[in-house]
T-cell receptor, first 112, second 114 residues
């Protein structure tokens, strides 16, 4: 059964720093991995989608990597800003049962 | 110009009532989903529909019934509401099922059962 874990559960960093969020999954049989952002009281916004054949994707200050064999993904945020404060979730699309499995998220707080 | 819209945003009701949550997407996607987010912020899939046909039905109580009149709409009807049904429910859509396209989520419906 696919399980997705995100570490740390919460993170506070000063504005301007670069940071890395981690996501691990137990079953490498995935179609893709997706990173989302969730703001309080709002829906989820898709940030980056990495297909299983890809190693990384970049969008602005965000860079997501995927190492399928080791079951790991990282989300790198460069030059963090207070507006980056949110909960970040990763989700994998499982080949075995055609489901999208979410981690519990990392609550990020950027200190101004 | 919202891509995935859910109504209502907030829903407060008493135990035993029947309620519905509506979801519409204007992205032309083939697949729509309902997710439940519990108090610990854990998102879990409930249902998935592809072109109006049910393709995933997780082990949710049969008090929950999805209805898809067309591929742009997936409504969630809940009978005999219980306290444990209190949660935030998210609708989502994607193209080509799980495989290659990002999920787009609605803003969620916060259901409170008293």
């Amino acid at each position: 059964k696919q399980e997705v874990t995100q570490i740390p559960a919460a993170l506070s960093v000063p504005e301007g720093e670069n940071l890395v969020l981690n996501c691990s999954f137990t079953d490498s049989a995935i179609y893709n991995l997706q990173w989302f952002r969730q703001d309080p009281g709002k829906g989820l916004t898709s940030l980056l989608l990495i297909q299983s054949s890809q190693r990384e994707q970049t969008s602005g200050r965000l860079n997501a990597s995927l190492d399928k064999s080791s079951g790991r993904s990282t989300l790198y945020i460069a030059a963090s800003q207070p507006g980056d404060s949110a909960t970040y979730l990763c989700a994998v699309s499982s080949q075995r049962d055609d489901k999208i499995i979410f981690g519990k998220g990392t609550r990020l707080h950027i200190l101004p | 110009d919202t891509a995935v819209s859910q109504t209502p945003k907030y829903l407060v009701t008493q135990m035993g009532n029947d309620k519905s949550i509506k979801c519409e997407q204007n992205l032309g996607h083939d697949t729509m989903y309902w997710y439940k987010q519990d108090s610990k912020k854990f998102l879990k899939i409930m249902f998935s529909y592809n072109n109006k046909e049910l393709i995933i039905n997780e082990t949710v109580p049969n008090r929950f019934s999805p209805k898809s009149p067309d591929k742009a709409h997936l409504n969630l009807h809940i009978n005999s509401l219980e306290l444990g049904d209190s949660a935030v429910y998210f609708c989502a859509s994607s193209q080509e099922g799980n495989y290659f396209s990002p999920l787009h989520f609605g803003n969620g419906t916060r259901l409170t059962v008293t």
